[in-house]
């Protein structure tokens, strides 16, 4: 049985500002930092046999903590960055809601296409899952972890599992440094075993741009 280990990256500053970062390279903050050291040692007990990350720098130096522990390289593939925002990436929210308010309202209600430039939600998900498949067959029977973003891998894994949107917007974020767990086996196909799995702090955050 194959398992995936879909980690979202530590805290930025943009985070907690509730900046849209999209594919902006913005690195981890302290917080971010502490995070991700704190979550590498709960990932290493599951003796992961590889490391795949986002080439964006908060997601690689996210891996890279658990890559300290393990010994293993890490290796980047920029299909797993998160989702691409268009004329958003840079904004506050509040500053987007006000620039591009019928795209925003669209955006909001689930649109899928909002406008203003934001990637395709199905172009987002089938990206992401070719990642996610690609990082799977690397190691069959094995375990892989998975550094990326919080849009990014909402989408790649309901895109793995086939979920109709409706479903998939139902689920909720994962927090900063928290996990989705995922199994494949001959039979059964990909199967969600666990999400929003890590450690739990009062300063976790879950934006997910």
């Not at 502490?34 to 590889?50: G, K």
């Not at 890559?67 to 509040?94: S, Y």
């Not at 172009?123 to 899952?129: F, I, M, N, S, T």
Request: charged share 20%; net charge neutral.
């Amino acid at each position: 049985m194959t398992r995936l280990i879909v980690w979202r990256h530590g805290n930025t500053d943009w985070n907690a500002a509730n900046r849209v970062q999209g594919q902006t390279d913005v690195p981890l903050n302290e917080l971010g930092r502490d995070q991700a050291r704190a979550a590498a040692p709960l990932l290493a007990s599951l003796r992961p046999d590889a490391i795949v990350s986002s080439d964006l720098s908060r997601a690689a130096d996210t891996a890279a903590a658990l890559a300290a522990l393990t010994g293993l390289p890490v290796r980047t593939d920029a299909r797993l960055r998160e989702r691409h925002f268009g004329k958003w990436q840079g904004l506050h929210l509040t500053e987007a809601a006000e620039r591009f308010p019928a795209e925003y309202a669209r955006w909001r209600a689930g649109d899928p296409d909002p406008g203003a430039g934001l990637e395709p939600l199905r172009d987002l998900g089938a990206r992401v899952a070719a990642a996610f498949l690609e990082a799977a067959d690397a190691a069959p029977g094995g375990t892989v972890v998975i550094a990326t973003h919080g849009g990014a891998s909402r989408q790649g894994v309901g895109h793995l599992l086939a979920w109709d949107p409706g479903v998939l917007r139902a689920v909720g974020s994962l927090a900063n440094c928290h996990w989705t767990e995922l199994r494949h086996d001959d039979v059964r196909g990909w199967q969600l075993r666990g999400h929003n799995v890590g450690l739990i702090t009062a300063a976790a955050v879950v934006d997910a741009f």
